[in-house]
């Protein structure tokens, strides 16, 4: 396994313990820069080591790379150290000797033992045993044992002696070891007194989004659903749980990084179903997923955002109900007027329909011209027009009167249904004038209508 040429480690100040999701946050940091990371080990030392030693040409020199590192840190609203050496060991030491006052340290290469030699021993890490005997023998700082000869420390403190006396020297060459990112993006919140109004509980998630999309972006990744969980102020005792809580599930049409769609889409969650007590913690969980590219049509007009189509359809479902919203399509039934309902598929990615793929191979142009042809457009007349029938037994023969009058020249029918306790005939008519019509003739009251125009 190679040995990277620079390693960056980063260092969180917020807490001794912090929560697990701050140290995925500052895994996401670490990848807007490099894509080989290793994460820290336990909870108790917050910090993860990243290669930057390609760099170069991004960031002209490393005081600058540790700029941005810091910048992005304070844009997901937490605070860290940054340390730059030539070896991943010395980059752990160097950064636990970091504080809030000093966030910072660039160790040239070369200078890897002076620059740990002022901190204290517990910046190696020794154990309890080790601490106390380093003690007693009068040592305070790293250099104190790095003067001391190694075959001496290895003799009295063993193998963890003489790794440690390396480490102290600058010259434990550890390699990299990459660790993957967390399968969500997490953020949590605290309020310090419950909210119950909707306008500031979404101020509040704003900022919670912000930081989960700028994660997103770090990784190069979208957002391709969120899940909420409130906890509430007080228990439901009612339903058996000890702490009362909500879970929203929010769909999200088409990946995205935008922040307003996101938190419109909460907010029709919120709006469509409002909360049954007041909030005093909120955590958002948002599932990455790699951002679609959409090619753009030369030919044809540009269709709605993804983003807003997505918020366009969560208002309506939960102004209308979500079994009323979907795609229409035409049933495979006779049934004037019926039509059925189907799941809502974005656009782009409906399944191009060619008539050129539907074309039989060896088949005459011209006949498939006149099959195509064939098809017709039915134009439902609301209300439908009362029309003046002359028949011969059952056919329709003559229409009078209305914008439709003239001879039938071919009928088709009659078909019957029976549609809200009434019995109605329909009939496909062509006039001589060429105009096609569907009539209706109620049963019950003997009345005719034209119904349908066919285009």
Not at 28 to 51: K, M, N, Q
Request: net charge neutral; hydrophobic share 45%; aromatic share 4%.
């Amino acid at each position: 396994m190679r040995l990277p040429s620079r390693i960056a480690c980063l260092r969180l100040f917020d807490a001794v313990a912090p929560a697990a999701s701050r140290l995925d946050a500052l895994h996401d940091l670490a990848t807007a820069f490099s894509p080989r990371i290793e994460r820290g080990r336990s909870l108790l030392e917050p910090t993860v080591c990243l290669e930057v030693g390609d760099l170069r040409r991004l960031y002209p020199s490393e005081y600058e790379l540790v700029s941005a590192m810091q910048a992005m840190a304070t844009e997901l609203e937490f605070s860290c150290g940054v340390a730059i050496a030539s070896n991943k060991a010395v980059a752990q030491v160097r950064a636990r000797g970091l504080s809030p006052q000093a966030p910072s340290a660039i160790v040239p290469a070369g200078w890897e033992r002076s620059a740990i030699a002022s901190l204290p021993l517990s910046v190696l890490a020794p154990s309890a045993d080790q601490i106390v005997r380093l003690r007693q023998w009068g040592l305070a700082q790293v250099g104190d044992l790095a003067r001391l000869p190694r075959k001496a420390v290895a003799a009295r403190l063993g193998q963890s002696g003489l790794l440690l006396h390396q480490l102290a020297c600058g010259e434990c060459q550890a390699p990299l070891y990459p660790s993957p990112p967390s399968a969500e993006v997490v953020e949590e919140q605290g309020l310090l007194d419950p909210v119950a109004d909707l306008e500031p509980l979404l101020f509040v998630l704003r900022g919670l989004i912000d930081r989960v999309v700028t994660r997103l972006r770090a990784r190069s990744s979208a957002c391709g659903g969120l899940q909420l969980r409130l906890q509430l102020a007080e228990p439901l005792s009612a339903r058996g749980a000890s702490h009362g809580e909500e879970r929203r599930a929010i769909a999200v049409a088409a990946p995205t990084q935008k922040v307003p769609a996101l938190l419109d889409l909460v907010r029709v969650s919120l709006e469509s179903q409002p909360l049954r007590a007041a909030i005093e913690r909120i955590e958002i969980r948002a599932q990455p997923v790699d951002p679609r590219p959409v090619q753009l049509d030369l030919f044809a007009p540009a269709g709605p955002a993804p983003e807003r189509l997505a918020t366009t359809l969560a208002r309506l479902q939960a102004l209308c109900g979500a079994s009323r919203i979907g795609q229409p399509q035409v049933p495979d039934r006779y049934t004037p007027g019926a039509a059925d309902l189907a799941e809502f598929v974005e656009p782009s990615l409906r399944r191009p329909r060619s008539d050129a793929a539907t074309v039989p191979r060896g088949s005459d142009m011209n006949a498939v011209t006149a099959t195509l042809s064939l098809f017709l457009a039915t134009r439902v007349l609301r209300p439908a027009q009362p029309a003046q029938v002359l028949c011969q037994a059952v056919a329709p023969t003559r229409l009078d009167g209305g914008p439709y009058a003239g001879e039938v020249r071919r009928s088709g029918g009659p078909y019957r249904f029976c549609e809200d306790g009434q019995t109605h005939d329909y009939f496909d008519v062509e006039l001589e004038s060429g105009s096609l019509l569907r009539l209706r003739h109620d049963l019950d009251q003997g009345s005719w209508f034209v119904d349908a125009v066919y285009d």
